[in-house]
């Protein structure tokens, strides 16, 4: 019996990521997620500016690469082109949603728009070679902030699912992480949970999935899966931060209505 | 719809998008083009389409993005520090083949500038506006009437060859009210096998992209480009011609500019001076042709332009610089009275006598 | 019995895999070197594997088919 195989939506391609990057593991339970929910003939996936710049080469789905930052836009143009029939997702990074894609991201929060964000946080630049992101914690050492992130000079990092679970627009917010096997067990109930609420019209669902970056962190795969657990979680701890339909808000305000 | 409607240049615009089968419309407000979005969010709604004001001109042309690779029918418009914004979204859509309208009412800059009428962005159109090689095909109305029908035009040329199409517009065009006709013969729009509608389980997943890691492979997708760009360049070139087979002096102008210049030329031929306008129509591509023949026999083209000489360059390109080109410009919001241009004729007349 | 089947030339040897394993079953190869240049993983003792499937669930590049 069959316990365990490539999902058919992942194309059968090597991915090009670092040895021990979780992008990997977050594109398969996406791509089981599709196959699960038999959803790939109406999926439309958009790519963002970053490490998965090229996930349209991993995706059996239509794809479109978008432009640094505005996945949420082109997502949503995709989506009201033809809303009963098309399933939407982006695929994005921290310095694709939460810098230079912070308004898009916001914006299409407030506006509850009924697509799917996964939103991969390693708080660091990937692609460019490791350069701090808008969620590099205090004190870590990047190629920027080489005397580690001050944050006098250069701010606080962003906390994307505590901001946006402020606005009343979007219908679910959860941060995972996949450095264990009970947690990617976790981050793909999440992330089919973030699917189904667009097939249920429910609205703007975003997954924010705690990763490691091994060659830019400067350690070994499995050590950066353990600084996920000793720094990253504490900073960004880990939950639901909305679930509208469930009753579940950070917002005390809105809770009380 | 035969019979006339008084209407503004910018709802003009909207209307004839409406009746060329677009339904989904993305802007942010912009002083002088707002009329588009608020027929738009009025009209839109009542025939099931969409209207969204969008969070930035960056998100609105990223939206317009997103619905082009879906294979619909997409508008945005704005005015010249919009444009900017979204040029990024221009250059995007030109690297990944994607077809699109974009109206730009055009007010002065550069900066904020300010929200009266101008033609200061004609580089930005003519030349591609954002990063790379590319080019839109940008379209020139000179009355309320030619907004409408351009749009039409702009979206069936934009589908055919894959790109942008630009109405490239002033706000005195866009705030004027003037009797349209909406007797338009609108072409049945064509398929569109690579837009991204959902694999059905039917064919290979269709990407839309414009990333090219590959040197080699980018070099022939630019390359390719440009030969359907020499095809348009070939086909789609169209100018005005009013009174030129026998003039010594050439005036060229665009939109609100060739209204005014007309006036002049009506007044100097009454006066006897052998005077012709050339209009162009397109600007990119621009209606070389009509020059290089016009500089057979003319002496002396003025290039009138609101502002300070950008498709004067155009102008001299196409002429080869056989014939002198001069220059009657106002900028900042102003626009040359019919005087300033009937003034400038006399003297080129002057000149020429000599 | 369980099995495993590595896309071997796939392994990028980061090596998530054996320590996700709960029979402690797994190891990167001290021999072998794959297409990739990358010592990949081989399993040593695949009567003790109990086809739970933490590897695969743990490998980033989806290389590894488990069977019951």
């Not at chain 1, 019209?201 to 990763?211: Q, R």
């Amino acid at each position: 019996m069959l316990v365990f195989d490539r999902p058919k939506a992942l194309c059968d391609v090597p991915l090009h990521y670092c040895p021990g990057c979780t992008h990997g593991i977050v594109h398969r339970l996406v791509a089981e997620t599709i196959d699960e929910l038999g959803i790939e003939g109406k999926t439309v996936g958009i790519a963002p500016v970053g490490c998965s710049v090229m996930a349209y080469d991993y995706f059996n789905c239509d794809m479109i690469e978008a432009s640094h930052g505005r996945a949420p836009a082109v997502a949503t143009g995709v989506k009201r082109s033809d809303p009963d029939n098309l399933i939407v997702f982006t695929y994005q990074g921290d310095g694709d949603l939460a810098s230079i894609g912070t308004a898009e991201t916001v914006h299409a929060a407030a506006r509850n728009e009924n697509i799917t964000i996964i939103f991969i946080n390693n708080a660091i630049y990937g692609m460019t070679g490791g350069q701090m992101a808008p969620t590099s914690l205090p004190g870590q050492v990047t190629q920027t902030s080489p005397y580690g992130r001050d944050p006098k000079l250069c701010g606080y990092p962003v906390k994307v699912c505590e901001m946006l679970s402020e606005l009343e627009g979007p219908e679910y917010l959860e941060r995972v992480t996949v450095n264990s096997v009970k947690n990617v067990r976790n981050a793909k109930r999440a992330i089919k949970k973030a699917f189904q609420n667009q097939i249920d019209g429910k609205g703007f669902s975003l997954v924010e999935v705690i990763s490691s970056c091994p060659t830019n962190w400067g350690m070994t795969p499995q050590e950066a899966l353990k600084w996920i657990d000793d720094k990253m979680i504490p900073y960004y701890p880990l939950g639901v931060y909305k679930d509208r339909s469930a009753g579940i808000f950070a917002h005390s305000q809105e809770a009380s209505k | 719809m035969a019979d006339k409607v008084l209407m503004k240049g910018n709802e003009a615009i909207a209307e004839a998008a409406i009746q060329a089968g677009c339904r989904h419309y993305f802007g942010y407000p912009i002083t002088p083009q707002t009329e588009i979005a608020a027929y738009m969010a009025k009209r839109m709604p009542k025939i099931g389409g969409t209207f969204l004001q969008a969070e930035s001109e960056i998100a609105a042309i990223n939206m317009v993005y997103g619905v082009s690779a879906a294979g619909k029918r997409v508008m945005t418009s704005s005015s010249s520090p919009g444009i900017s914004l979204k040029s990024e979204g221009l250059s995007y859509l030109a690297g990944a083949d994607l077809p699109a309208l974009v109206v730009n009412c055009q007010r002065g800059g550069p900066g904020l500038g300010g929200i009266q009428p101008s033609q200061s962005d004609y580089f930005q159109a003519t030349r591609g506006g954002g990063h790379g090689d590319y080019h839109m095909i940008v379209l020139a109305p000179s009355s309320v009437q030619e907004m409408a029908q351009l749009t039409i035009k702009g979206f069936e040329l934009a589908d055919e060859y894959r790109m942008t199409s630009m109405i490239l517009a002033d706000g005195t065009i866009g705030q004027m009210m003037e009797p349209v006709s909406f007797d338009f013969e609108i072409k049945e729009q064509i398929e569109k096998p690579w837009a991204t509608t959902g694999t059905k389980m039917a064919r290979k997943h269709n990407i839309v992209n414009s990333l090219y890691l590959n040197p080699e492979q980018l070099e022939v997708t630019n390359i390719e480009r440009y030969k359907r760009y020499d095809i348009i360049k070939e086909k789609e070139a169209i100018a005005e011609e009013y009174l030129v087979d026998d003039a010594d002096i050439i005036v060229a102008a665009f939109g609100i500019a060739a209204r005014v210049s007309k006036n002049a030329v009506n007044q100097a031929r009454a006066e006897g001076i052998k005077v012709g306008l050339i209009r162009p129509i397109t600007l990119w591509p621009f209606p070389e042709k009509a020059f290089r023949k016009a500089a057979e026999h003319a002496k002396q083209i003025i290039c009138v332009e609101l502002s300070m000489g950008q498709m004067i360059e155009d102008v001299r390109l196409s002429t080869e610089c056989k014939v002198p080109v001069s220059l009657c410009y106002r900028v900042g919001g102003m626009i040359p009275t019919p005087d300033q241009v009937y003034q400038a004729i006399v003297e080129a007349a002057k000149k020429g006598e000599k | 019995m369980a099995k495993l089947t590595f896309r071997e030339d796939e392994c990028k040897g980061c090596g998530l895999c054996t320590f996700a394993c709960p029979k402690q079953i797994l190891r990167l190869s001290n021999e072998k070197i794959n297409k990739k240049g990358h010592h990949p993983v081989e399993c040593i003792d695949m009567e003790a594997c109990i086809g739970c499937a933490s590897c695969a669930i743990m490998c980033p590049d989806c290389i590894i088919k488990v069977e019951r």
